[in-house]
């Protein structure tokens, strides 16, 4: 009997590439329907416990549709589409859910658990994008890039930015700290290798790689990187823990002039003391990719601020991101069908 296949892609994550790459895993004897949702052209939408989407963190599309779309198959592929309780009790073929993203965070896990519905992910799938885009991010700023831009777009030419006490500094003779050493923060400080930086790490919950040890890396506590780094580029993930960890206190602990990157999750700032820190000049610049509330007010502060650079949370985003994910995923199919256990499971 051909497997029965429901896709629900989206506008980056396409519902073809998602076919594809399942068609080359696991041959073209399945049956396969697919729909394409608007995301990113229309935000995604939050948990909500009137539509008994409570254990839903963030998801794009309307639960009835997607229970009607899935039907009787037995996997369900996308990226964003909800999968809550009660959608799943009206799935009884449903036994396989993958999901192209690092985390399931439209799907209610214990309810999966409960139904017997295995869940897979794709951990670390954009991990590549957001080190070089956090590695572009801090050459903006460490370099003048945006300020030059900026200047030259309104008619102004920034000669003045080649004098010795207003131009920028390179990447070998300043100290990057790299907060968060996971999928991305390795790849970040493989990238800031190649610059001769002096790198610091902080991570409470791992260890260097014997290579980044050898290579001069160094492994210290969460002060001791604040108050030596020049650039401190975030990405570690949002718990209880690091909620709100750059906050008045934490910066207060940083140099003054030091640069800010964020490209992991709005939830780790506050953004009030970041405001403050920003106008005071103790934090000389900083690159914004993610925010606590998305997308940001037109009216927002930090929108008005002159060192301030800010992107619409693109980190992530890349081709490569999208094939990588659908090829994950399209494993865990195959892995699925060949009775075999998953790689990822959630």
């Not at 859910?97 to 658990?113: E, Q």
């Not at 650039?231 to 800010?260: A, N």
């Not at 301030?308 to 195959?334: F, K, M, N, W």
């Amino acid at each position: 009997m051909r497997k029965k296949i429901a896709i629900i892609g989206d506008r980056f994550m396409l519902p073809e590439v998602f076919r594809e790459k399942i068609e080359m895993a696991c041959g073209d004897n399945l049956d396969i329907r697919t729909l394409e949702t608007a995301w990113p052209d229309e935000p995604m939408e939050f948990g909500n416990a009137a539509l008994g989407l409570d254990k839903v963190k963030e998801y794009f599309g309307d639960p009835g549709e997607v229970v009607d779309f899935i039907g009787d198959a037995e996997i369900f592929v996308t990226q964003l589409a909800p999968l809550s309780e009660t959608m799943m009790q009206r799935l009884p073929a449903l036994k396989l859910v993958a999901v192209s993203r690092g985390g399931p965070i439209n799907i209610d896990m214990a309810a999966a658990r409960t139904q017997g519905i295995t869940v897979v992910n794709v951990p670390g799938r954009n991990a590549s994008a957001v080190a070089e885009f956090a590695i572009g991010a801090i050459l903006a700023e460490t370099r003048l890039i945006r300020v030059g831009h900026e200047a030259l777009r309104k008619g102004e030419w920034r000669g003045d930015l080649y004098r010795a006490d207003r131009t920028g500094r390179e990447l070998n003779e300043m100290t990057v700290g790299v907060i968060g050493y996971g999928n991305i923060g390795t790849k970040v400080v493989r990238l800031l290798r190649a610059f001769g930086c002096r790198i610091l790490v902080t991570d409470p919950y791992v260890q260097l790689s014997a290579d980044d040890r050898n290579g001069g890396v160094e492994l210290v506590a969460l002060d001791e990187l604040l108050s030596r780094s020049d650039v401190i580029t975030l990405h570690p993930r949002v718990t209880e823990e690091t909620r709100g960890m750059i906050g008045k206190d934490t910066i207060g602990r940083m140099k003054p002039g030091v640069t800010l990157v964020n490209t992991a999750r709005g939830p780790l700032v506050d953004y009030d003391a970041l405001y403050d820190a920003l106008v005071s000049g103790h934090i000389g610049s900083a690159m914004l990719e993610t925010f606590a509330v998305e997308p940001v007010p037109a009216d927002w502060p930090l929108l008005q601020l002159p060192n301030v650079t800010l992107t619409p949370h693109i980190a992530g985003a890349s081709v490569r991101t999208v094939t990588y994910a659908a090829e994950q995923a399209a494993d865990e199919v195959r892995r699925f069908i060949a009775g075999l256990p998953p790689v990822n499971p959630c």
